[in-house]
C-alpha cells in the first residue's frame, strides 16, 4: 500500500485522538461495582477490617474480664465498675453519627485511620488514670474516638465489595470483631494476674497501635466513595429522616439495642459469678470464658449462608432463640453446663448481629452511613444502659433474676422482628 492509499484508507488524526479521548473517558466514567471475592482488592479490605477489628474491639472491652479485679482494687461495686465499659461504649454511641458526618465529608479510610490513632492515644492513658472518676473519663473519649470504626466499617465494606459478595464480607468482618475482642480479653487477664490491671490494658493498647498501623497500611484507596455535598446541619437532618422513617431498620435498631444489651450484661457478670465460691475463679481463667468468642466467630460467618436459604428474618430469630436457650442453661449450678450455656450464647448472639448489621447496609439506599451509625449508636446504647442497670439486678437478686430479665429483654427483640421485618431480603425500605 502506498502512503497515497494509506492517507485514504486511515481516519483523520483528529478522529483518531477524539476516539481515544471518548474511550478514556468511558471508562473513567464506568460505575464501580466493587472488589470480588478472591481479588487482591478484595483479601486487602478484609485484612484492613480485620486489623482495625483488632484494635477497636481489643481496647474497648479489654477491661471486662478485669472488673473483680478492679473492683477490689477501687474499692468499687460491680455495678461501679462495669461503668468502665459502659463510659466506653456510651461514648462511642454519641460519637457515630459525628463520625459519620466527617467521613461523608473526608472519606471513610481516612476518617478511620484518625479515629484508630485518637483512640490507642487515649487507651495508652488510660492505665494512669490516678482516680476512678479519671479512667471513666479516659474511657468515655477512649470509646468516642473508636466511635469512627464501627460506625464506618460496613459503609466502607459495601462501598467496595461486589453487592455479590457484601453478605459474605460482612459476616466475615463481624467474625474478625470477634477475633479482635477476644485477643484484647485474653491478653489483659493473664498479664492483669502477673502485673495487675493497669498493666493488662496497657498491654492491649500498645498491641492495638500495632493493629491500626496495620490498618493504614492495608487498607486500599477508596473507589466506591462520593463525597457528599455540604449543606450545613439541616442537611445532616436530611440524611438522617430516611433511615428514622423506615419500619425495618427501627426494627433492627432495636436487635441492636436489646440484644447487645443482654450480651454484655452476661460478659460483664458471669465473672462475678464465677470468682466466688464455689469456682474461686482468678482473672486468668475469668479471661478464659471469653474463648467462647470462637463460636461466635464460626456462626457470623455460617449465617450468611443459612439466610440465603431461609430467610434473613428467620436466622435472626433462631440465632436469638439460641440466645435465651443459652441464657436458661447458664443457671445451672455444675460449671460444664455454664460454659456449655455460654457458648450457645455467644454463638446466637454473633449471628443476630452478624444478620442485622449487614442487613441495615442492605436496606439502606441513601445516607448508608447515617444507618449504619444508628445501628452502631443503638448497639452502643444498649451497650451501656443494659449493661450497667443489670449490674442492678445481679447485685440484689443474683443470676437467676438477671438471665431472667435478660431473656425477657431478648423476647422483646424477637416480637419486634416478628412485627416490623420482611421474611426474606429487601431491596430496599
Do not use: K
Not at 112 to 118: E, K
Not at 193 to 203: I, P
Not at 337 to 353: D, E, P, R, S
Not at 363 to 371: D, E, L, P, S
Amino acid at each position: 500500500m502506498t502512503n497515497a492509499d494509506h492517507a485514504r484508507t486511515a481516519p483523520p488524526a483528529g478522529t483518531r485522538t477524539e476516539t481515544a479521548a471518548q474511550a478514556g473517558t468511558a471508562a473513567q466514567q464506568a460505575p464501580w461495582t466493587g472488589h470480588v471475592h478472591g481479588s487482591a482488592g478484595y483479601g486487602r479490605v478484609l485484612a484492613a477490617l480485620a486489623c482495625s477489628g483488632v484494635a477497636t474491639f481489643a481496647q474497648l472491652y479489654s477491661v471486662q474480664g478485669l472488673l473483680p479485679l478492679m473492683s477490689s482494687e477501687l474499692g468499687v461495686s460491680a455495678a461501679q465498675a462495669s461503668l468502665s465499659i459502659s463510659a466506653a461504649t456510651m461514648g462511642l454511641a454519641f460519637a457515630v453519627l459525628p463520625w459519620s458526618f466527617v467521613a461523608d465529608r473526608f472519606g471513610r479510610v481516612r476518617t478511620m485511620g484518625l479515629a484508630l490513632v485518637l483512640a490507642t492515644a487515649f487507651g495508652l492513658l488510660v492505665p494512669a488514670a490516678p482516680t476512678f472518676g479519671m479512667l471513666l473519663a479516659l474511657r468515655a473519649l477512649e470509646g468516642a474516638a473508636l466511635g469512627g470504626v464501627p460506625a464506618l466499617a460496613i459503609a466502607y465494606l459495601t462501598e467496595e465489595i461486589s453487592t455479590r459478595h457484601a453478605a459474605a464480607a460482612a459476616g466475615a468482618y463481624v467474625a474478625g470483631t470477634t477475633l479482635g475482642g477476644l485477643f484484647g480479653r485474653l491478653l489483659a487477664g493473664p498479664v492483669a494476674d502477673l502485673a495487675g490491671w493497669r498493666m493488662g490494658t496497657l498491654a492491649v493498647s500498645a498491641c492495638a497501635a500495632v493493629a491500626a498501623v496495620g490498618f493504614l497500611l492495608l487498607a486500599p484507596a477508596p473507589r466506591g466513595f462520593q463525597p457528599a455535598a455540604g449543606g450545613g446541619f439541616g442537611a445532616m437532618l436530611a440524611r438522617l429522616r430516611p433511615p428514622l422513617r423506615s419500619r425495618p431498620l427501627l426494627a433492627l435498631y432495636a436487635q441492636a439495642f436489646l440484644l447487645m444489651g443482654v450480651f454484655v450484661s452476661v460478659y460483664n457478670y458471669l465473672g462475678f459469678r464465677l470468682e466466688a465460691p464455689p469456682y474461686l475463679f482468678p482473672a486468668t481463667a475469668v479471661a478464659l470464658l471469653f474463648l467462647a468468642y470462637l463460636a461466635g466467630t464460626v456462626s457470623s460467618r455460617a449465617v450468611a449462608g443459612l439466610a440465603a436459604r431461609f430467610g434473613r428474618r428467620s436466622v435472626l430469630l433462631a440465632s436469638t432463640a439460641a440466645m435465651v436457650a443459652g441464657l436458661a442453661v447458664t443457671m445451672a449450678a455444675p460449671l460444664p453446663l455454664i460454659l456449655a450455656g455460654l457458648v450457645l450464647f455467644t454463638a446466637g448472639f454473633f449471628g443476630a448481629h452478624s444478620i442485622a448489621s449487614g442487613w441495615t447496609g442492605a436496606i439502606a439506599t441513601t445516607g448508608r452511613a447515617q444507618a449504619s451509625s444508628l445501628y452502631n449508636l443503638s448497639y452502643y446504647a444498649g451497650s451501656s444502659v443494659v449493661g450497667w442497670s443489670a449490674g442492678l439486678v445481679f447485685q440484689q437478686f443474683g443470676w437467676a433474676a438477671l438471665a431472667g430479665v435478660l431473656a425477657l429483654l431478648a423476647a422483646l427483640a424477637a416480637a419486634a422482628a416478628v412485627v416490623l421485618l420482611p421474611p426474606g431480603r429487601p431491596a430496599g425500605r
